[in-house]
């Protein structure tokens, strides 16, 4: 059982909007701090938000007043709402639970230009 699944990615213009969103399916959901990060093309992996278990949130600078993490404990997912893209978010953006250092398989976004 894959602990983490991504979905929501896809190719969109630059100014466009996407929403990721990751299911949990392993244990340590409702104990862990939630994050998402990328990967680039010949760059290293990056957190881009991170959210606690109360709710507080941590974004790179890069994102910061584009992109919202959320979390819904009920639910077991934590969603990455990404408004006015840019081609420099191109990436796969991978889920990751870091109480168990759980990773999800990453979903491709690709804005283009």
């Known amino acids: ?5 991504e979905s929501g990615g896809g ?5 466009g909007s996407l929403r990721l969103s990751c299911a949990a399916s392993a ?3 409702r104990l862990s701090a939630m ?4 990967q680039a ?6 957190l881009v938000a991170r959210i606690s278990l109360a709710g507080s949130t941590v974004y790179a600078d890069s994102v910061k ?11 077991k997912t934590v969603d990455l709402q990404m408004n ?3 081609p420099e978010d191109t990436a796969v953006y991978y889920c ?18």
């Open 35 to 38: 994050e998402w990060y990328r």
């Open 41 to 46: 093309p010949g760059k290293q992996r990056e």
């Open 96 to 113: 990751h639970q870091g109480l168990n250092n759980y990773w999800g398989q990453g979903t491709q976004v690709t804005v283009s230009s």
């Open 27 to 29: 244990s340590g959901f």
């Open 11 to 15: 190719l969109v213009e630059a100014g």
């Open 65 to 75: 007043g584009r992109f919202t993490i959320s979390r819904d404990n009920a639910k």
């Open 1 to 5: 059982q894959v602990p983490l699944v």
């Open 84 to 86: 006015s893209l840019k």
